[in-house]
């Protein structure tokens, strides 16, 4: 009796092995895992640019688009077009000292928004030299204000 | 008196062992941690080392779809170098067609008849380099456009 209760109050886990595989795990893990963050902006691809909208063929007045631009030197040129006049609306947010007016923008594109509310989409371009990353900031301020941003080809 | 003494000095080193419960309890902590984060990341999607993908507060979550990559020297898709570039810049047999870039769209309408499904799956993710200029950019999203692709993901690293 007592040879059997001494038995089972030494019994304990042995944990070296299962601290070996955790090891191998973690190491694992660790090496293969990316501490990057990825997200991703969701943008179509339009094939009209900045050109005039397409004929309705129902003869129904032309809907309200609007078109932007990123310039080189930090500007954003917005020109909203269609309706039954087909009068543009152009306007220019000028940069702040050399940067893009990110708030700015985004005021004036509720703004358009307001004024026009049929207005859900925005096709985006920029100038040639215009470098990658500014153009996914804009195209990331035009989604705070606009549901689908499109990107001309 | 002194053999005695050092008989228990002897059983007191025997008797020394590492405590392992408290490194297993850490280390567990740390397995499932890095078990959730690994089932919540996408593995499949990760930019190369050379390039550098623009920083925006975005929290769309990328889907796995095909790949097209645009960096420096060369642009990739699905991980296979299609087409070399000279700082960004495409090569003249490759601007002559328009707006498009020939070898792009050849190899992405390849690509897309591999699916399952040809012709349903528009969707393509673009991971570029955050210095690239925009008429790369424009030439790659209309030859992307051209093979039917035209619902991009724009690839960034999320900002804190």
Known sequence: ????????????????????????????????????????LDVGV????TGAPPPSPDNTPPPMVMSLEALANGDVKINVRGGVSGREYPYVIAALSGQRDEDKLLAKLEEIKKKWPTITEASVSAEPTVIYKDVVKVIKKIQEAMPKVMISS | MK?????KKKKKNSDFSLQITSMADIFM????????????SITN?????????????????PKESLKIEVGKEAVTIDDKQVLQLRNFEFGGEETGAGENSPTITRILNQERSKTPIPNMDSALVV?????TPYSTIKRVV??????????LQLLVVQAQ
């Open chain 1, 1 to 40: 009796m007592s040879a059997g209760s001494s038995g089972d109050g030494d019994v304990e886990l042995n944990l070296a092995p299962i601290i070996d595989c955790f090891t191998v795990l973690i190491t694992y893990l660790l090496v293969t895992a990316s501490f990057l963050s990825l997200a991703a």
């Open chain 1, 46 to 49: 339009s094939a009209t640019g």
């Open chain 2, 3 to 7: 053999k005695s003494f050092l008989k």
């Open chain 2, 29 to 40: 902590i740390l397995l499932v941690f890095l078990l959730k984060s690994y089932a919540t």
């Open chain 2, 45 to 61: 999607i990760a930019p190369s080392s050379h390039i550098s993908l623009p920083e925006v507060t975005a929290t769309g979550v």
């Open chain 2, 127 to 131: 991971m570029a380099d955050e210095g």
């Open chain 2, 142 to 151: 209309a030859s992307a456009a051209g093979a039917g692709f035209v619902d």
